[in-house]
């Protein structure tokens, strides 16, 4: 019995006991006993996900079936176990898609054969059930789109920013139990939570917690790519063209949504989201301005630890001519960082100022958010991205064409803003924008 399974039946055995005690006494089970059963189902839950996580990771690393036995090398696991790794299929991704173009032409030729076989077996070494070639898809192999899911994840600006979960085994979506606070006034902190100072031998209210389900579902996002004979023939180039161009599209994309998305077949972005709060512009406040009151407010009606201000490049003057009045002169509001080597970025109110060019102009609700996407912000993906490929689609031009499939999507974790608990009665937030209306 491995360390899950050890951890999963003494979970469940937990569960039964409640059950058993309440049997027991001869009674139904109570609230708070069925909300315990609840909470310790989710654990488990928790604990199959990552098993299934690390069995997929394994079965990744082994060995193809057939002998094989010159492709294989022998490596040790953590738990000193000795086990077989197979040689990769392809050296390459540009020789995969090679692959996936042959297995695309029409008739039955050794080489299409060949070449559908080599592509199977890497669905084969990682186990999965999805992307086979009848569904019109090949699976990129495992390094490769390790490799891609990083170039988008990892460099976009903003998606690599967020709290990522991925995904394993037969799930396409993720359910979590959040505490469900909106008001931190007595009696609902916590989703309801109470402590009592009492006398000796006094008695309390008894309190639980409220409780929210975030739920996310993948969704697909999807590229195109039309491929002429010359890059056909060089694996080098279609890597090249592949691993650039196409994970600086998809990077942008995914980094859009996170801030523009409708959340309805893509992500939800924070300019829609219900936790998102609108600070309104000042009164005769100029059009296409940005002044130290919007600043100042932004920044009291923000929560979060982790915060930044991500604005559109045509702000950087508002920000440069921002003074704030002090006697008869005044003092700038914005300072720049001193050099590249002192200090990465520009700040404001010690907040990192981010330029991205998915903000809104100057003078439109967005040019300027102030935002905690680390902490508040959650990006679901799952496995590899597929690729398929077929003759036909640009077959008078004769191109193959490249079709790019990658599972993602995001909103973020708070549905609705936070009432403070004193104060003057304004509502708080990890996504704080300033109001389009400014004349």
């Not at 059963?37 to 990552?50: G, L, M, P, S, Y």
């Not at 469900?180 to 209210?205: K, L, M, Q």
């Not at 491929?227 to 859009?256: G, N």
Request: charged residues 25%; proline residues 4%.
């Amino acid at each position: 019995m491995n360390k899950y399974q050890e951890k999963i039946k003494a979970l469940f055995e937990k569960m039964e006991s409640i059950r058993l005690n309440a049997e027991k006494e001869n009674r139904a089970m109570s609230a708070d006993e069925i909300q315990n059963r609840t909470d310790i189902k989710v654990e488990i839950d928790a604990v199959k996900a990552e098993w299934d996580s690390v069995e997929a990771e394994l079965k990744m690393k082994a060995e193809l079936f057939g002998d094989g036995s010159s492709n294989r090398k022998v490596v040790a696991d953590p738990n000193d176990r000795i086990k077989v790794e197979a040689k990769p299929i392809y050296n390459s991704l540009g020789e995969q898609l090679l692959d996936v173009a042959k297995a695309a032409q029409p008739g039955y030729s050794k080489e299409t054969r060949d070449a559908t076989e080599r592509l199977q077996k890497v669905v084969a070494a990682t186990g999965s059930s999805e992307s086979i070639p009848s569904d019109g898809g090949f699976l990129v192999q495992q390094e490769f789109s390790t490799d891609l899911n990083k170039g988008v994840l990892e460099t976009g600006i903003l998606a690599k920013k967020c709290f990522q979960i991925p995904l394993s085994g037969n799930t396409n979506g993720i359910k979590l139990n959040l505490m469900d606070e909106t008001n931190r006034a007595n009696g609902s902190r916590f989703g309801g939570i109470r402590v009592y100072r009492t006398d000796e031998g006094g008695t309390t209210t008894k309190s639980k917690p409220k409780l929210r389900q975030w739920e996310l579902n993948l969704a697909k996002l999807m590229a195109v790519y039309y491929a002429t004979d010359e890059i056909l023939a060089d694996a080098s180039a279609l890597q090249s063209v592949v691993s650039q161009w196409f994970v600086k599209e998809f990077r942008f994309k995914v980094d859009d949504e996170i801030v523009n998305g409708t959340g309805v077949g893509q992500c939800l972005g924070w300019l829609s989201a219900g936790a998102k709060i609108t600070v309104t512009a000042e009164t005769g406040q100029g059009a296409a301005t940005i002044v130290p009151e919007n600043i100042i407010k932004m920044y009291t009606r923000f929560m979060g630890t982790n915060g930044a201000w991500y604005i559109n490049r045509d702000v950087i003057p508002q920000l440069y001519l921002m003074s704030q009045a002090v006697g008869t002169g005044g003092v700038p509001v914005f300072m720049p960082a001193n050099s590249m080597a002192n200090q990465p970025y520009n700040t404001l109110l010690g907040l990192p100022i981010i330029e991205i060019e998915q903000a809104a102009t100057l003078g439109t609700e967005g040019d300027i958010s102030l935002c905690d996407l680390s902490n508040e912000y959650g990006l679901i993906t799952k496995g590899g991205i597929n690729a398929a490929a077929s003759i036909h689609v640009q077959f008078l031009t004769d191109e193959m064409t490249f079709r790019w499939v990658y599972r993602i999507n995001g909103k973020p974790f708070r549905a609705s803003p936070l009432t403070p608990y004193k104060g003057t009665g304004n509502t708080r937030s990890p996504f704080v924008t300033l109001s389009s209306t400014r004349t």
